[in-house]
């Protein structure tokens, strides 16, 4: 059954730069349901974006999807495998997993119950892959997410749970379309209420680590990818001891200064979280607005929604102690990694939010919103349309050869100059930023900027590739130039100009950590680690490289606990840093 959907504005609420519009007629929002995840794809591939809700209600609801009719409307359709689950499915996840040109679908489902597995048949129909290893277990999961962490081109996946075994799984794509269950040894051991997930890079090596967020108290966990097909646990003292009841993780750019922060939101009436990145992996928590506000919150999404160059806020809530209806948080972003939380527009709606996503389903460059409500278990879900302004902006989506397909761990810099300052913004192409939250079309606002001076794309393949002639006010989808093989600097191409020892990633580690270093000529190089008195206790590299970037891992599993110093030499040249081991 189709059922068009028309859109009717009702009321307009004004905030600091820009409006949005309530939309209030057809199905989009006007179907109960106890509804959870938000996914915008583009299903057909026909240039816009599609919209995928998923229901989790106790005993069973079908889901939602709305084809994007590419005016302005959708038209609801129920008759596709992937609504017709019955099963009480929380999070959701679409990936590309056997790089057809066609996103699949991973459905979570809870209370024991089996996953989903949905390939796309690329004419506008699934396919539920019932013998699939991925559907095989009973489980209490609460979503997925794709990354491909053996960097063989295939994405794997990663689902989390928060009872029963509470083992998270991982499944290792074999290329031909089917999963291999990971057995549960090493960092699959980990017993925790896992939440959300998220493949991101974190040491700077360009293999996909692992981001995990877990409630009931227990700290976050952070694994690093080996290279080898095994993960190891990061011990950090602020990012990983925070307790508290984790429900979602976002991994931008918060503050423009280029490296990744993180936002942890934690529901049970705690507060949310945000720590912000010096550059070395060593984060500062943000207090206000974050520590006032009271949080019972479950997904948050970022987006530049007035388009002047920084990222602001949403944070979805439900499920409070008192069982009464809730607002949302909306923050403004200042432009400096602070937030002005907003109390006029998003914040109106009441009842329960669980997930939530920005996208511009209109294709007019500004940033819409969909909420997954589900007070009482039959709440109606929103639409939100961002009525724009003046300000420029810019619509990227990645197209990855080497890299899978919809380019999933993929890094794209935008740099604008604006009244004569530059600035670089960073996106990240990921397949759950938050939990229950999807979309992978990338946006960036540029203020006033009426020119684009650099943009660099960061493959998850490894590649690194420039891109020029782009125009503000563009949608511009980018294929992945596999001739290019070097990583290249972001800002003076292949070409190395210093002799550079690069401070090691993380810092302290507790027992990997990765070494990076540039060289301008090409000669013998040598990689040592010392102890505080001078003691050689570690060779890491001694041979012949050519010129340019360069990285070497250093396991510290027998090293003490305390300072130790690194040293590269080449042509000549010595250059030495401090290190920590923290066990």
């Not at 509470?166 to 549960?184: A, E, H, M, V």
Request: charged share 15%; net charge negative.
């Amino acid at each position: 059954m189709r059922t068009t959907i028309i859109f009717l504005v009702l009321f307009v609420f004004a905030t600091s730069a820009q409006r949005f519009i309530k939309i209030t007629e057809g199905a989009i929002v006007n179907d109960g349901g106890d509804s959870r995840s938000v996914n915008w794809v583009d299903h057909d591939r026909d240039g816009d974006l599609d919209l995928f809700v998923s229901n989790g209600k106790n005993g069973g609801q079908n889901n939602f999807f709305y084809k994007n009719n590419g005016d302005g409307t959708f038209t609801k359709i129920d008759s596709l495998a992937i609504n017709l689950d019955n099963s009480p499915s929380v999070g959701a996840s679409f990936g590309d997993f056997d790089n057809d040109g066609f996103p699949d679908l991973f459905v979570s489902t809870w209370y024991n119950k089996k996953n989903f597995l949905y390939k796309n048949n690329g004419d506008g129909t699934f396919t539920q892959l019932s013998s699939s290893s991925v559907m095989a277990d009973f489980t209490y999961s609460e979503t997925g997410t794709w990354g491909d962490y053996n960097k063989d081109g295939f994405l794997d996946l990663f689902v989390t749970n928060s009872a029963g075994n509470t083992r998270n799984l991982l499944y290792t794509n074999i290329g031909d379309g089917s999963f291999t269950k990971q057995p549960q040894t090493g960092f699959l051991t980990d017993q925790y209420f896992s939440r959300n997930a998220d493949f991101i890079e974190y040491n700077g090596d360009y293999l996909p680590d692992l981001f995990v967020v877990n409630e009931s108290g227990q700290n976050e966990n952070l694994y690093t990818n080996l290279g080898t097909g095994l993960f190891n646990r990061v011990i950090h003292p602020t990012l990983l001891n925070n307790g508290g009841s984790s429900i979602s993780s976002n991994y931008e750019d918060i503050d423009n200064d280029g490296d990744m922060d993180f936002f942890i939101s934690n529901a049970e009436g705690g507060r949310n979280w945000m720590f912000l990145n010096d550059g070395q992996n060593n984060f500062t928590k943000v207090s206000e607005p974050f520590n006032t506000d009271v949080a019972n919150s479950f997904s948050s999404s970022f987006g530049d929604i007035d388009n002047d160059g920084d990222l602001d806020l949403f944070v979805s809530n439900a499920f409070n102690s008192t069982g009464t209806p809730m607002t949302n948080y909306l923050y403004i972003n200042q432009g400096n990694g602070s937030f002005v939380r907003d109390t006029i527009s998003l914040a109106s709606q009441t009842g329960w939010t669980y997930g939530a996503a920005f996208a511009d389903y209109n294709k007019d460059g500004w940033l819409d919103l969909f909420t997954a409500n589900c007070f009482g278990a039959n709440q109606n879900n929103s639409l939100y349309r961002n009525s724009g302004g003046s300000n420029n902006w810019l619509m990227i989506d990645l197209e990855g050869k080497r890299s899978n397909h919809d380019a999933i761990g993929s890094i794209v810099k935008v740099k604008v100059t604006e009244n004569g300052t530059s600035r670089w913004m960073t996106r990240r192409v990921s397949a759950q930023s938050g939990h229950c939250s999807q979309n992978m079309q990338l946006h960036f606002g540029l203020g006033t900027a009426t020119s684009i001076d650099s943009m660099v794309i960061y493959w998850a393949s490894g590649i690194v590739q420039n891109v020029s002639g782009l125009l503000p006010g563009s949608f511009n989808k980018i294929v992945e130039d596999t001739t290019l093989t070097d990583i290249e600097s972001e800002n003076e191409g292949s070409i190395i100009h210093e002799f550079k020892l690069m401070q090691n990633y993380p810092n302290p580690f507790n027992p990997g950590t990765t070494i990076s270093y540039s060289i301008v000529n090409p000669g013998n190089v040598t990689i040592k680690v010392y102890d505080i008195i001078g003691t050689l206790v570690k060779e890491l590299y001694n041979g012949y490289l050519p010129a340019g970037n360069h990285s070497v891992q250093l396991d510290a599993g027998n090293l003490s606990s305390g300072i130790y110093l690194y040293e590269l030499v080449s042509n000549g040249n010595r250059i030495v840093k401090k290190l920590s081991v923290m066990k």
